[in-house]
């Protein structure tokens, strides 16, 4: 199925990306911990469900079915609190989860198809989640699981779930009824531990409004909440003509829609048109057949959605042209008090396009955060990260630009400062190895550094490297040049005085390049070491 780049779809790759920065915050938080708090566990557990239920509506099966698996995984250890789950091995299997829905989204983005296979991660996800629930979990998944293909472990009926049967027809008339009744289903979301209808394709089909209209929306609804606010939410409107619902019991909720209408009383009443409605509450759930889609309540109440839109940066660069040509043409203006107006409007639209322009550090320190998780597994170091100023707010084109250099330096840190945990422990430092990022406004410019307290910068093993290319001066002695002097060496072209060249750096990218790109955007990159205190790099950029 072939997707156009429509305000859906805008909706959905928007909202699923905040969701995955989100959801890499919060896991990258705790990656150091023993093990997820249970606030942590129910907020993964929620992003997962969350995009699981978008993916859902919008038909991506293989996204839906990565994080329905996933969803599975969270839901068993916030309801079982096992024991002795590897925390960095679940870290790293939901990063690559994270990995492969960016990877789909931006394959959207290019306007290609979201289908890429995602049965192996889905098989090392049921793996990891047999080895952490062993044979009764196993039994429990088996006996829930019925003529589904994807596993979801449901929460245990209380005696506090009421089962419902609701029926609702619409007036010939009614235009795009499967859109009214889609309005049901999310007004119903608020009560609703497990919510099936029929037909199930009310958006992914426009043909499913004529089968409404022919033979009425049915739905069956597990909820805690009484049969009186069952009926005070589907009563408050959407165009239809009658409502019918009846309480049944768990074995005919079960049954699904074979025994729908058998005793069903229908009472009619006329209601309008209510809420909007938003995509990502749909959850693609393998039932028996006719059995629909199922959409599962969220853990927790969800939060205010944000006011931000997404805007085309082609477009914003647009504007900005645009206001500086304006700019330009208010400064010709002859009358003196026009002019002033003139002027003072210009200056106030420059100010909000100029901050349009801003992001935040949030992201792409994030994303050297998990770099330093991934250095410290694959090389066994033991490496914290710890982030300053993500909070600040620098332009777009900066920010994106300097992705690149950042990760060449933040390599370079986990791979050649930090000690291992042996040697540093020798030194007599924490086993524990540290890079702090940070970013700030100062005096004009903003500054985005990489520290390190390992080793620090070998100053005779670079003068040493320096003096076998040429780059001395024979006639100055090593002690008259100065430590930024020697530093600078390191950004020349093919340095180096690294002899093995490892998976984290040394890949043929070397200072010279960090420092070609750093000047291209105007900035200047300067170098500080200590002997076995460690090492810092800053990026300085004019505002």
């Given at each position: ?357 801003l992001v935040p550090m949030t992201n792409i320190f994030l994303r050297m955060n998990r770099i330093i998780f991934e250095a410290s597994r694959k090389m066994d170091k033991d490496i914290e990260c710890s982030i300053i100023g993500d909070e600040v707010r620098a332009d777009r084109g900066i920010v994106e630009h300097i992705a690149d250099p ?138």
């Open positions: 199925m072939s997707f156009k780049r429509d305000d859906m779809l805008d909706t959905y790759l928007l909202e699923t990306s905040q969701i995955l920065e989100e959801l890499q915050t919060v896991v990258l938080k705790y990656k150091d911990e023993p093990a997820f708090p249970e606030d942590a566990v129910d907020e993964i557990f929620r992003h997962m469900h969350t995009m699981k239920g978008s993916a859902g509506f919008m038909m991506f099966e293989q996204l839906n079915a990565l994080a329905h698996k996933t969803e599975d995984v969270f839901f068993y250890i916030r309801e079982h609190k096992p024991e002795g789950v590897n925390q960095k091995d679940l870290v790293a299997l939901v990063l690559k989860v994270s990995d492969f829905i960016q990877g789909e989204l931006d394959r959207l983005s290019e306007g290609e198809v979201a289908d890429t296979d995602s049965g192996a991660l889905i098989e090392e996800l049921d793996e990891f989640l047999k080895h952490i629930s062993k044979d009764d979990a196993e039994d429990e998944r088996k006996a829930s699981s019925g003529a589904s293909t994807q596993i979801y472990i449901a929460p245990k009926d209380t005696k506090a779930s009421h089962y419902f049967q609701i029926y609702i027809t619409y007036t010939r008339d009614t235009k795009l009824a499967n859109v009214h009744a889609y309005k049901v289903v999310h007004a119903l979301k608020g009560v609703a531990e497990e919510i099936k209808y029929s037909p199930s394709t009310i958006l992914s089909d426009e043909k499913s409004s004529d089968e409404i209209l022919d033979q009425g929306f049915k739905i069956l609804l597990k909820s805690h909440s009484p049969k009186k606010k069952i009926d005070e939410i589907v009563s408050a409107g959407y165009e239809t003509r009658s409502i019918s619902i009846i309480e049944i019991d768990a074995s005919r909720f079960k049954a699904g829609f074979k025994l729908f209408g058998v005793d069903a009383p229908i009472a009619a009443k006329q209601t309008e048109v209510a809420t909007e409605y938003v995509p990502g509450d749909f959850v693609v759930h393998a039932d028996a057949p006719g059995g629909g889609k199922v959409l599962a309540k969220d853990s927790a109440a969800a939060k205010s959605k944000s006011n931000h839109v997404n805007i085309e940066v082609s477009q914003m660069d647009k504007l900005s042209d645009l206001i500086m040509k304006l700019v330009s043409a208010e400064k010709k203006l002859s009358d003196d008090k026009t002019a002033e107006k003139v002027k003072k409007l210009t200056g106030d639209i420059q100010d909000i396009v100029m901050n349009m322009r950042l990760m060449h330096m933040v390599r370079n840190s986990a791979d050649h400062g930090i000690e291992p945990s042996s040697v540093r422990e020798a030194a007599g430092k924490p086993a524990k190895g540290k890079i702090t990022l940070k970013a700030e406004i100062k005096n004009g410019e903003l500054l985005v550094s990489v520290s390190d307290d390992g080793a620090g910068l070998n100053r005779e093993k670079i003068l040493n490297k320096a003096k076998e290319k040429g780059l001395t001066d024979k006639n100055r002695k090593d002690s008259d040049y100065t430590d930024e002097e020697v530093w600078k060496f390191i950004t020349l072209p093919g340095f180096s005085t690294n002899a093995n060249i490892t998976e984290f750096s040394g890949r043929g990218v070397g200072m010279d390049v960090v420092v070609t790109s750093i000047e291209q955007i105007g900035g200047t990159l300067d170098i500080t070491s200590k002997a076995g205190k460690g090492s810092t790099m800053t990026m300085r950029f004019p505002l």
